[in-house]
C-alpha cells in the first residue's frame, strides 16, 4: 500500500514561495506519475501539476511559469516549487501517486492528506 506524507504548507503574502514535499513509501516511487492537486473551499478538487519520471512535466494554465514540480528518486520524494503566489492559490494541496500523467481526479491511485497553503494579499 502507498503512502504518501506531505509537508511545507503555511501562510505566505502575495508574491512569495513555499516548497511542498511529499514522501512516498510502500512501493516503487520511480514506476509511478506523481501529481500535486488543490481543493479551494467550496471548489472541487483541481490538477496542479505533474510528473511522469520520464522527463516529461504537465502543469494547469493558472500555475504555468510559476510552479515546478520535480522529484527526488533517492529521497523517494516529490516536491512543487511554488514561486509568485496569488491569493487565488490559496488551498489545501493534495500529492497524488497516479496511474497515467492525466490531468484528473479518476486518474489517482492514492492520495495524500493535503497541506493548507494560504496566501495573503
Known amino acids: 500500500q502507498v503512502q504518501l506524507i506531505e509537508s511545507g504548507g503555511g501562510l505566505v503574502q502575495a508574491g512569495g514561495s513555499l516548497r511542498l514535499s511529499c514522501e512516498f513509501s510502500g512501493r516503487t516511487f520511480r514506476l509511478y506519475p506523481m501529481g500535486w492537486f488543490r481543493q479551494a473551499p467550496g471548489k472541487e478538487r483541481e490538477f496542479v501539476a505533474g510528473?511522469?519520471?520520464?522527463?516529461?512535466?504537465r502543469y494547469a494554465d493558472s500555475v504555468k511559469g510559476r510552479f515546478t514540480i520535480s522529484r527526488d528518486i533517492a529521497k523517494n520524494t516529490v516536491y512543487l516549487q511554488m514561486n509568485s503566489l496569488k491569493p487565488e492559490d490559496t488551498a489545501v494541496y493534495y500529492c497524488?501517486?497516479?496511474?497515467?500523467?492525466?490531468?484528473?481526479?479518476?486518474?489517482?491511485?492514492?492520495w495524500g492528506q493535503g497541506t493548507q497553503v494560504t496566501v495573503r494579499s
Open positions: 510528473d511522469a519520471s520520464t522527463n516529461i512535466t
Open positions: 497524488a501517486a497516479m496511474r497515467a500523467l492525466l490531468p484528473f481526479k479518476t486518474s489517482v491511485d492514492y
